[in-house]
């Protein structure tokens, strides 16, 4: 069973309008974290945010939000006024200490494309 | 701060050789991992170490995959031989040991192609 299920294969948006990229896990533990990476086309993988699950506060970072839900294990992240300069492939991770101490559990990915 | 430095950035070679690939990871750093990225199955963990020791290898498909770490400076994969379902893009990262899974820091990879 998938760990972290990345549903949205591919978006495709104009710029400046909003986009929300879903997150679903499945863990065990009661403590877990869970992180958003971004891979451009040059390929890098960046870090973006990393939350444990006792935080349950929504993040904002300028044009970049997560809101994170317990109740619905999710960890959605929300680019609003999206540009060009978004699009890439966006990763969400899970990791569980308890069961694999620092591994990472990738999603699948969502390809994310801002037209201009 | 240097990042986490991979070589070769690309490799082409035909069948049966042996490839190496390397890594430097962030000074300070006591955990290193290694990452497969293709099309088909997307991103996937060969094997990490802490503080130099190998600690889940899980991952590494088959014997013909070996990782080390002789010291906290440096990491090696090797793929001996090379089959041509061995193509894909593979990544270094590593992270600080603070208590609680940190974010990785990932290399640049380097592109496999075995002909």
């Known amino acids: 069973a998938q760990k972290v299920t990345q549903a949205q294969t591919e978006i495709s948006v104009v710029e400046k309008e909003d986009v929300t990229l879903d997150c679903v896990y499945e863990t065990r533990d009661t403590t877990y974290y869970l992180f958003w990476y971004k891979q451009p086309p040059s390929g890098e993988l960046v870090f973006l945010i990393r939350r444990n699950s006792f935080d349950e506060q929504n993040e904002i970072s300028g044009r970049y939000s997560w809101n994170f839900q317990k109740s619905t294990s999710s960890f959605n992240f929300t680019i609003t006024a999206s540009q060009v300069v978004d699009s890439a492939v966006y990763f969400c991770?899970?990791?569980?200490?308890?069961?694999?101490?620092?591994?990472?559990?990738f999603g699948t990915g969502t390809r994310l494309q801002v037209f201009p | 701060d240097a990042g986490v430095i991979q070589s070769p950035r690309h490799e082409v070679t035909e069948m049966g050789q042996e490839v190496t690939l390397r890594c430097k990871p962030i000074s300070g750093h006591d955990y290193l991992f290694w990452y497969r990225q293709t099309m088909m199955r997307g991103l996937e963990l060969l094997i990490y170490?802490?503080?130099?020791?190998?600690?889940?290898d899980s991952g590494m498909p088959e014997d013909r995959f070996s990782a080390k770490m002789p010291n906290a400076s440096f990491s090696t994969l090797k793929i001996q031989p090379s089959e041509p379902r061995d193509s894909a893009v593979y990544f270094c990262?590593?992270?600080?040991?603070?208590?609680?899974?940190?974010?990785?820091?990932f290399g640049d990879g380097t592109r496999l192609s075995i002909l």
């Open positions: 990262a590593s992270s600080p040991d603070r208590g609680g899974p940190q974010p990785q820091h």
């Open positions: 170490f802490n503080n130099n020791v190998p600690i889940d």
């Open positions: 991770a899970l990791s569980e200490p308890t069961y694999n101490t620092d591994k990472l559990i």
